[in-house]
Every structure is written in structure tokens, then in C-alpha cells.
């Protein structure tokens, strides 16, 4: 009879439970920085995708009019903006060089992000907002 009535008592007792929980809470508690870590780089790419897009623009205006655009309007680019928008962009640029900036701030702090490409393809993070404070 008790072999019976163990058969029939399947399943898990509160205890393994509560070990089962505490330990998934320990590894979501380990993972977490590096989560956040890897979505704060993942927000970078639209600066990176922009100013890769300004880059090639700049490249065909200067092969057609022999200089560099000083305005995002003269140049036939696509970027992200309104809400969605984590970047402002800004651009400089003459009959020789350009610079191309992206501005934003990926954690709500005091620092921003900030991007950098020149006429040569140097595509800098000058500042980053994921590691400072």
C-alpha cells in the first residue's frame, strides 16, 4: 500500500522549488550587467550605420561637385530621426575634408555619446557613454 501511495505523490516538494528559484535568481542577478552591456553597443550601431551611410554619401557628392558637403541636405542620405532617433547629427566640411559627428545618450546620464568619421573613413568614439560615469 505505501508503494502505492508514493507512486501517486509525483512532483516536486516546495523545497526543491525555492533552490530551483534562488538559483535562477543568481544567475539572472550575474548575467544582468552584461545584458545591459551588450544593449547599450547594440544602441551604438545607429551611429556607426549613419555615419558609415554619411561617409559614402560625402564620397559620391565630392566625386561629382569636387568638394564636400557642409550640410546633411545637400547630401542624398536617409537617417533616422524622430522619436526613434537615439543620434543627432551634425557636419563640417570643405573642398578638402569633412567630419561627420553623432550625438546621443544611450543611459539617461550627464555624458554623451559621441561618434566621429573624417573623409578618410576614421571612425572614432570619442566619447562613450557606456563607460563613463
Not at 558609415?52 to 533616422?80: G, H, P
Not at 570643405?94 to 546620464?109: H, P, Q
Amino acid at each position: 500500500m505505501k508503494s502505492r501511495v508514493r507512486e501517486l505523490r509525483r512532483g516536486f516538494s516546495l523545497l526543491e522549488v525555492m533552490i530551483v528559484v534562488v538559483i535562477i535568481g543568481i544567475l539572472a542577478t550575474l548575467a544582468y550587467p552584461s545584458l545591459e552591456a551588450y544593449l547599450q553597443r547594440a544602441k551604438q550601431t545607429e551611429a556607426k550605420v549613419s555615419l558609415s551611410a554619411i561617409y559614402t554619401a560625402q564620397k559620391i557628392y565630392f566625386a561629382t561637385n569636387q568638394t564636400y558637403a557642409d550640410t546633411l541636405s545637400k547630401l542624398d542620405v536617409q537617417l533616422e530621426s524622430g522619436g526613434s532617433a537615439r543620434y543627432a547629427i551634425t557636419l563640417t566640411g570643405d573642398s578638402t575634408s569633412f567630419t561627420a559627428t553623432a550625438k546621443g545618450n544611450l543611459d539617461d546620464d550627464a555624458v554623451l555619446d559621441i561618434w566621429t568619421i573624417d573623409q578618410n573613413k576614421t571612425l572614432q568614439n570619442t566619447v562613450n557613454d557606456i563607460t563613463s560615469e
